[in-house]
């Protein structure tokens, strides 16, 4: 039998339709009394919501300047205002962008993080934070950026774009995979995981064929669901291959977050089938598909999500430095990182190939 270490994280999850009324009381549980409320700028509406909801007494501010991978600037910028204008805790409307400009905050000041995630990509259930200078993004662990709280309310992912919400998707799918796999993996986690990837692969259909009224809400909430599986996972066990990859391309060759996931998260799967049986079975189980690699890479062409690194901006020539890039410093994976095969995997991602 396998031998392992299994952590739990001191965390309050409110999860269900219309849980967004319940912010106040949540800050009130927390005795916090003035947030900073955080967005990206076309999430501004949101956030007024959501102030409105808290009422001015409970509301610092807004601070709409969120954007992707968060630059060291508006870091300072967001924690500056925080103490200028005497908040005592963040409260993060939106994806991994807003939720990670959160975490700056909390990082310098250590002021707690309410987060109400309104993506799929599951940064508010992990410690880990990225904050970008000079072009490099720096990435780390840390318990004081954990939100303390998340509120989950399928009714703020309505509005997120169809496309938007299937890489979305495939992206907290690539958490659970890799779960799966990991080193550090426990039961706990693998239930989690396997749930988390069902849960996913039935909901995106639905949200892509356009369901309606309470089935769009239902097919959101289980989508919401699986991505806070997906993100307990990611928060709690290591990653390997995939994610090295996807930092590499989305790093170095600025390519975009959840894209760059679906495309790369079959072809990982692929190079990890033969050193990952019971996981792959886990992976396509939960899928309902005969393979795991082929059945996230299906389950993306058939929602019209990109299965290429053409695609999606990546440049043939830029391979061999994406391998080079790779092959530093790698995470611990389930099958040994081997030159020529880890470019024959660019080399498919890049063309888009069924595997
Ligand atoms: P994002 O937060 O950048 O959001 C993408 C766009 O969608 C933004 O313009 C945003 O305003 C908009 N949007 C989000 N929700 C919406 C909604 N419901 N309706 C309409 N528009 C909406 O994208 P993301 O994929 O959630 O996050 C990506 C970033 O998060 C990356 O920088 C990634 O590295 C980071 N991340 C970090 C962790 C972690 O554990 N630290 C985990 C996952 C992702």
Redesign the pocket.
């Known amino acids: 039998m396998k031998s392992f270490i299994y952590a739990s994280r001191a965390q309050r999850v409110v999860f269900g339709p219309g849980s967004l009324a319940g912010l106040a009381a949540e800050l009130d549980t927390l005795g916090l009394r003035r947030a900073l409320v955080l967005?990206?700028p076309?999430?501004r509406a949101?956030a007024e919501r959501v102030a409105a909801l808290l009422g001015a007494a409970r509301v610092a501010g807004i601070f709409d300047q969120?954007?992707?991978?968060?630059p060291i600037e508006i870091a300072r910028q967001a924690q500056r205002t925080a103490r200028e204008l005497g908040a005592d805790c963040a409260v993060a409307v939106?994806?991994?962008?807003?939720?990670?400009l959160g975490?700056a905050i909390a990082l310098d000041s250590g002021l707690p993080v309410i987060a109400v995630p309104?993506?799929?990509?599951?940064?508010e259930m992990?410690p880990?934070?990225?904050i970008t200078e000079a072009g490099l993004k720096k990435?780390g662990k840390d318990d004081r950026v954990l939100p303390r709280s998340v509120v989950y309310d399928p009714e703020?992912?309505?509005?997120?774009?169809v496309t938007?919400s299937v890489t979305?998707g495939i992206?907290a799918i690539a958490h659970a995979a890799e779960g799966l796999y990991s080193v550090e993996g426990n039961p706990i986690m693998d239930l989690m995981a396997q749930e988390g990837i069902r849960a996913l692969a039935q909901a995106l259909p639905a949200i892509h064929a356009g369901a309606g009224g309470e089935d769009l809400l239902q097919a959101r909430g289980d989508a919401l669901y699986g991505a806070w599986l997906c993100?307990t996972v990611?928060?709690s066990v290591g990653m390997a291959l995939h994610h090295k990859l996807c930092h590499t391309l989305?790093g170095s060759f600025n390519l975009p977050?959840?894209e760059v996931h679906t495309v790369v998260l079959p072809q990982a799967l692929a190079y990890n089938a033969a050193a990952a049986p019971q996981a792959m079975a886990r992976i396509a189980a939960a899928l309902g598909a005969p393979d795991a690699a082929a059945g996230v890479f299906d389950l993306a062409h058939a929602l019209g999500a990109p299965t290429a690194l053409r695609d999606i901006g990546m440049r043939e020539e830029d391979l061999d430095r994406a391998c080079d890039i790779a092959l530093q410093t790698p995470y611990p994976n389930p099958r040994p990182l081997e030159r020529v095969a880890l470019r024959a995997l660019l080399q498919n991602a890049y063309e888009g190939k069924r595997p």
Do not use: D, E, F, R
Request: glycine letters at 20%; one cysteine or more; a positive charge.
């Open positions: 967005c990206t076309p999430q949101q969120a954007v992707m991978h968060v939106g994806g991994g962008s807003t939720i990670g975490k309104t993506t799929y990509a599951g940064s992990t880990i934070y990225g990435t703020l992912s309505l509005s997120l774009p938007m979305s992206n993100g990611l928060g989305g977050h959840a």
